[in-house]
């Protein structure tokens, strides 16, 4: 059923990333979605300092610049919410859920926005106009049915602006829970939560000031080129200054290669490009850990010859000895590490492993960078942990042009959990959050979102309230994630289009049409701004400027407040205050929340502010107070480990990532262009070798099957294999196809994130390739 925009084929791209391709595809997608004249001026506002902050991205912006800074897949964002295509109640009229189930969500998508709110009626299997009143009773209603708050689970896709997030959880906490999965669960997690324990908060330490000042960047499991453009652009100043750049990462991925920036004319009209990565190092799946740990133990052995030859250490005595603790035992533990095991697991060999460690010691000023590459894994906490050992070993951390900067994901995810989104809230946080709005949160820590899928499995989660996202197909083990979400009494999507969640419903189910990002927000007659936190901590306003896509939306924050109201009245907080003027709700994120002092006058300053980031200024809000070095054993029963020894080289491991034509699950196209790809997207890439050793031709098609411990089946059918440049042994193809895939019991250790980027799974010839959907 996979309806292809033109023909499928694959085709090597073989110029540089962005330039004419990039601004002829922002064409085509103007043109698709029937952009109306008027809003393209929407995309000269995109974060600028009196318009929108891009919903595409987290990535910063210089001073949320005052020059335009062009990028395909943010035009492509605005332009999917900017569509003049309506999903109205008559589109639901025509169609029963069974029917619109059998739609691709590339068509979903297409339908358009939603203009009105909808009730789910079981007799017909149609969504029906239903008002907003009783869409906030029903929901009143099943909330206060239950017999325990915990038995409810309240999810945030990081697209909720601060003044909805921090109603949100207020809300929730009110009514009694810490049940908060969110998109962050499945995302940066290991981040958010290993870096806790060794530099004290879970963020980066840079700003986009500190690229200026790098000299040697290693940008570690990312596809910037495809899913934060606009980083392009500072990679590219980063390159042209000569510093180093080194991408590590089991693909060569294209937009890391050769960079034709749009925003500089010469380089368009030129036709030339800057070269970005000059190394490419390429581990197998989930072998960073390994990879790091190697480095490390490599900079430990140079220190020790620098003491023995009398030569500078490579070490960073003095920071070591003033700002951290637990280095001795790591030391000890890399010394007594085994370089065999460390080439075996990381799939590097040495000659390579040992080319990145001097360049690492070279490098004065060094930044670190990563994506999914290194969060979605079993070993992701350790891993994180680990290149903030390596950066701390050269006191790399709190210093210009040096530091750890994890890339974010949906623009406000980092400030969602700032806003308390968070299933395992600090007491501190709590208190604060209790003594300002007078009462006890619940302090029990709540269920992520892995917890929430096998608590409903178990009949303990009964109500889903989804705050934006996509929950039915970006989390792991489809099947069983439909099987829960249809076993609950009720599931309410607040959402801006249509898609696969709101078809994958509980026995009530209600589609909650809220404004988009892009759209003037009118409360009492006053435009209200929203304000975000982008990944290197700045917070900045941002207001919309589109007239709504529907005069039956409401607000998110408005949605927040009348659920609030309906559920729990008007004593505690008086929710319709709150919502009739969002600078209210800043004054309480500034009564409850460290940073934001002066919240309301701070965020009016074009640009905003930074948050400040403790360990960026080297204190350290460990429990020792310091920097801590922690050390990790390479584990070897994993298992993808047991999985290989039963079925030896037959056994694949899979990552699942994003093409150029998606955000995340809303498939825009089917065309991955800088991989080659046009027209489909049920592909496979596997090496040359694995293709003869598998008996298999490019182009065969094949299902696909993981190997897992629980005798449960989970299977993908009807992929076409294409041979790429990818590690023998590494396969990978587009998430969400491929997330029945995901057992949910495969996660990151300490954090709960699917570990969808090391599946193992086993090739098998296809049935037919008609099985493809
Ligand atoms: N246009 C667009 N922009 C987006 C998104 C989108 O879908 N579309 N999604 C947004 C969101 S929520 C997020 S989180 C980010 C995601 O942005 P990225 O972090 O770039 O995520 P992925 O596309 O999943 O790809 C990750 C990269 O990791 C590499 N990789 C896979 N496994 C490994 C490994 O074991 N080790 C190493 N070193 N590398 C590995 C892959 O080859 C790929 O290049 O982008 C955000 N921006
Ligand atoms: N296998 C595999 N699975 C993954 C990943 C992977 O790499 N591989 N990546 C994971 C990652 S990093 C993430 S972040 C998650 C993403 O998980 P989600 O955040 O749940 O998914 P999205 O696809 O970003 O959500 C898109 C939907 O959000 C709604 N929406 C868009 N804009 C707005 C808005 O302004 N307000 C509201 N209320 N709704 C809006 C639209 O209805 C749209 O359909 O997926 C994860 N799942
Ligand atoms: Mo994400």
């Not at 709504?548 to 319709?576: F, H, Y």
Request: hydrophobic letters at 40%.
């Amino acid at each position: 059923m996979a309806k292809s925009t033109h023909d499928a084929r694959i085709e090597p791209y073989t110029h540089a990333a962005a330039g004419w391709g990039a601004l002829k595809q922002v064409a085509i997608n103007l043109v698709r979605e029937r952009v109306p004249g008027a809003h393209y001026r929407t995309l000269l506002k995109q974060n600028q300092p009196d318009g929108f902050d891009c919903p595409g991205c987290a990535w910063p912006d210089r001073e949320h610049a005052s020059t335009f800074e062009f990028c395909e897949n943010g035009v492509k964002a605005v332009a999917a919410e900017a569509t003049s295509k309506r999903a109205t109640p008559d589109l639901f009229a025509r169609y029963t859920v069974a029917e619109l189930m059998q739609q691709s969500d590339y068509e979903l998508e297409f339908h358009g926005r939603l203009t009105d709110p909808l009730v789910y009626d079981a007799a017909s299997d149609k969504y029906l106009p239903i008002s907003w009143d009783d869409a906030f009773a029903l929901i009143a209603d099943h909330l206060k049915r239950l017999d325990d708050p915990n038995e409810a689970a309240f999810y945030t896709s990081g697209r909720a602006a601060n003044e909805a997030a921090f109603l949100f959880q207020l809300f929730v906490r009110l009514y009694g829970t810490n049940n908060f999965p969110d998109c962050s669960n499945m995302c940066h997690e290991p981040t958010s939560r290993g870096l806790p324990n060794t530099v004290g908060i879970g963020k980066g330490t840079v700003t986009l000031d500190d690229f200026e000042h790098c000299d040697t960047l290693l940008v570690f499991g990312q596809n910037p080129a495809t899913n934060h453009p606009r980083m392009l652009g500072e990679l590219r100043e980063v390159s042209r200054r000569g510093a180093t750049i080194v991408s590590i990462n089991p693909l060569r991925e294209r937009g890391l290669e050769r960079f034709t920036s749009p925003s500089h004319p010469t380089e368009m009209l030129t036709m030339s490009s800057t070269p970005i990565a000059t190394v490419f190092v390429r581990p197998k799946l989930s072998g960073d850990f390994a990879l790091i740990k190697a480095i490390a133990k490599y900079v430990l052995e140079r220190d020790d010859e620098a003491i023995s030859n009398g030569t500078k250490r490579v070490l960073d005595t003095a920071f070591i000895d003033e700002h951290t603790t637990g280095f001795d035992a790591f030391a000890a533990d890399l010394r007594a590490e085994d370089w065999a095991l460390l080439i075996e697991e990381s799939g590097v060999p040495r000659e390579e492993i040992v080319r990145l460690a001097e360049i690492y010691c070279k490098g004065e000023r060094v930044i670190v960078t990563w994506g999914m590459g290194l969060t979605q894994h079993r070993n992701s906490v350790a891993t994180i942990q680990m290149l903030s050992n390596l950066m701390m070993m050269r006191g790399n951390i709190g210093r210009r042009g040096a530091g750890l900067c994890p890339v974010r994901g949906h623009s406000n995810v980092q400030g969602d959990r700032t806003m308390g989104i968070d299933e395992k809230p600090s007491s501190a946080f709590l208190d604060r959050l209790g003594k300002v709005f007078r009462f006890e949160p619940p302090r029990e820590h709540g269920y992520d979102t892995i917890e929430t899928i096998q608590a409903m499995l178990e009949g303990k989660v009964k109500v889903f309230v989804g705050l934006g996202g996509n929950f039915s197909i970006a989390t792991p083990d489809t099947p069983r994630t439909w099987e829960a979400l249809r076993a609950c009494a009720l599931t309410v999507q607040v959402t801006t289009k249509l898609n696969r969640s709101h078809l994958i419903h509980g026995k009530d189910a209600l589609i909650l049409p809220t404004l988009g990002r892009t759209e003037i927000d009118l409360q009492d007659g006053v435009a209200q701004g929203v304000t975000v936190e982008d990944s290197m901590s700045m917070v900045h306003i941002s207001y919309g400027m589109n007239k709504p896509a529907s005069p039956n939306l409401l607000s998110e924050t408005a949605i927040v407040a009348r659920m609030g109201e309906a559920t729990l009245g008007q004593d505690k907080v008086d929710w319709r205050w709150y919502a009739q003027d969002y600078a209210r709700i800043r004054d309480a994120i500034e009564g409850v929340i460290d940073g934001f002092d002066d919240f309301n006058a701070r965020v009016a300053k074009p640009g905003g502010f930074h948050l400040g980031v403790a360990s960026r200024d080297r204190v350290w809000k460990t429990a020792s107070g310091k920097a801590q070095f922690i050390a990790h054993a390479v584990d070897t029963d994993t298992p993808l480990h047991r999985a290989r020894q039963k079925h030896g080289e037959q056994l694949m491991t899979l990552m699942t990532t994003r093409s150029h034509d998606q955000y995340n699950t809303t498939i825009y196209g089917q065309d991955d262009r800088y991989r080659g790809v046009y027209g489909q997207r049920r592909v496979v890439f596997i090496n040359r070798g694995d293709l003869e050793m598998l008996g298999f031709a490019n182009g065969d098609w094949v299902d696909l099957k993981s190997v897992w411990e629980d005798g449960i089946e989970r299977r993908a059918d009807g992929f076409m294999l294409v041979e790429y440049d990818i590690p023998r042994g590494s396969l990978g193809a587009y998430y969400p196809e491929t997330n029945p895939l995901v057992p949910l019991e495969s996660f990151a250790i300490g954090a709960g994130t699917p570990a969808s980027k090391s599946i193992p799974v086993l090739l098998s010839r296809a049935a037919s390739p008609l099985q493809a959907r």
